[in-house]
């Protein structure tokens, strides 16, 4: 079946560290990928997605790029601010089971940035 | 309008109450799900409706049954719920039912079991 592995959490880092959240898929066919962040007491709203092998996607200073070959799909940001604290969610939407594709959700990373 | 609206954002419910969750959303999304998460999880799907239709139910109890009365809309009408119950429940819709385009969600209903 369809899943997604993300790195354990909490991460802590300081304000303008360079952040790195790993995520690997299993997935039956070509599934797209997406990034989902939710601040504290919210929904999930979309950060990043990318639709096919070698897409990068890219939004507020985050990237993450389609590895085939690796089944990845890591988070990476150059320079944090303690505004990115948040749980971060891999996810991905491919082929299921009767029919229907579906969003599929990684366990979550909580990431702590202090000043 | 990419919102997807959920209402009410709280809701506390005794075990023997007949409550409902509402989700609307004006995209043209012809797929909407409803997904239950606990503290410190992530989102676990319950159902999905595909054109109006229940497509699928994640063997969830029947305490918790879906409705969708139109392409913009979808319910989710609570009976007899345990503690356990209590969660976050979240609304999200797409494009098609293809789901290769992203899921909007809500900003969720926060549940109380009492």
């Known amino acids: 079946g369809n899943s997604v592995t993300q790195m354990e959490g909490p991460v802590t880092l300081s304000e303008e560290a360079f952040l790195t959240i790993n995520c690997t898929y299993t997935?039956?066919?070509?599934?797209?990928l997406f990034w989902y962040v939710q601040y504290p007491g919210e929904g999930l709203q979309l950060l990043l997605k990318?639709?096919?092998?070698?897409d990068k996607g890219s939004n507020k200073g985050f990237e993450a790029t389609y590895r085939k070959e690796t089944t990845s799909f890591h988070l990476e940001k150059g320079s944090v601010q303690v505004s990115d604290s948040a749980v971060y969610f891999c996810?991905?939407?491919?082929?299921?089971?009767?029919?229907?594709?579906?969003?599929?959700f990684g366990r979550g990373t909580s990431l702590i940035v202090h000043p | 309008d990419t919102e997807v609206t959920q209402t009410p954002k709280h809701l506390v419910m005794g075990m023997t109450n007949k409550k409902s969750l509402k989700c609307e959303q004006h995209?043209?999304?012809?797929?909407m799900y409803w997904y239950k998460q606990k503290a410190k999880k992530p989102p676990e799907l319950m159902f999905v409706?595909?054109?109006?239709?229940?497509?699928i139910n994640e063997s969830v109890p029947s305490r918790f049954s879906p409705e969708c009365p139109n392409s913009s809309l979808l319910n989710l009408h609570l009976h007899a719920l345990q503690p356990e119950d209590s969660a976050l429940y979240l609304c999200?819709?797409?494009?098609?039912?293809?789901?290769?385009?992203?899921?909007?969600f809500g900003q969720g209903t926060r549940l109380t079991v009492v």
């Open positions: 999200a819709s797409s494009q098609s039912g293809t789901g290769l385009t992203e899921a909007f």
């Open positions: 995209m043209g999304h012809r797929a």
């Open positions: 409706y595909s054109y109006e239709k229940l497509s």
């Open positions: 996810a991905l939407s491919a082929l299921r089971g009767g029919g229907s594709y579906i969003p599929t």
């Open positions: 990318a639709t096919k092998a070698d």
């Open positions: 997935a039956t066919g070509y599934p797209s």
